[in-house]
């Protein structure tokens, strides 16, 4: 079986500008979890989705937004880039969902702002 | 604020030594931790979890302990390999909120 697979691994951008994240989860896992790993705050959870619908949500701003496609994929987009955004966005899946089942990770998107 | 936390960025241990790795948490919701171990260039991938009904659980070389009273857990690694060097996190499921939520890490490094 596939992993999940991130795209793309590496990403610049310029402060001001908006970027876009994508997750394929492993085939026949319905829930989707976006998390944001910066030194010393660990991985920060950003949202869970499931079945198409944003079932949870961490404490970011509205810039940070997400959603999933019929077939799981999910996107994750940040808006009005900040230098503070700059981190490794992990993308996990699960069967059940985050409190039923072990997530597997992506291997996640190194997003540097400038 | 933190409600898991693991107080030891790095850990230094000989190979064929114990290596044990601590977790607090403050928020008494939690019923579910688990313990995943990140390469660098890689994803987390899950290593143990525990229930808070238990107080252990091992799977081979890896044993978790769970104090609830000192809402305290660690992963034990008997014997230490050098293949064992990397980030683990402890993560902590609200049962309150069906949120996983994770430690800042500790970096473990395996002498030869």
């Known amino acids: 079986k596939a992993g999940v697979t991130q795209t793309p691994r590496y990403l610049i951008k310029t402060r001001g500008q908006q970027v876009t994240l994508s997750c394929s989860p492993i085939?026949?896992?319905?829930?989707v979890s976006w998390y944001q790993q910066t030194p010393g705050q660990g991985l920060q959870f950003l949202f869970e989705?499931?079945?198409?619908?944003?079932?949870n949500k961490g404490n970011f701003p509205g810039r940070f937004s997400g959603r999933q496609f019929s077939n799981s994929r999910s996107e994750m987009n940040v808006s009005t880039l900040e230098l503070g955004d700059s981190a490794l966005y992990l993308c996990?899946?699960?069967?059940?969902?985050?409190?039923?089942?072990?997530?597997?990770f992506g291997n996640g998107t190194r997003l540097t702002v400038t | 604020d933190q409600q898991v936390k693991q107080n030891s960025p790095s850990l230094s241990v000989q190979e064929g030594r114990i290596s044990i790795l601590n977790c607090d948490y403050t928020n008494s919701m939690f019923d579910y931790f688990l313990w995943y171990k990140k390469y660098p260039a890689e994803g987390p991938t899950f290593l143990i979890s525990i229930s808070s009904i238990k107080d252990k659980n091992e799977d081979g070389r890896f044993t978790v302990f769970l104090n609830k009273s000192a809402k305290h857990l660690s992963l034990h690694i008997v014997p230490s390999q050098p293949g064992d060097s990397a980030v683990y996190f402890c993560?902590?499921?609200?049962?309150?909120?069906?949120?996983?939520?994770f430690g800042t890490g500790t970096l473990l490094a395996v002498q030869p």
């Open positions: 996990a899946s699960s069967l059940r969902g985050q409190g039923n089942s072990p997530l597997h």
């Open positions: 085939s026949g896992h319905r829930s």
């Open positions: 993560a902590a499921m609200d049962g309150a909120t069906n949120k996983l939520i």
């Open positions: 989705y499931f079945s198409e619908t944003q079932r």
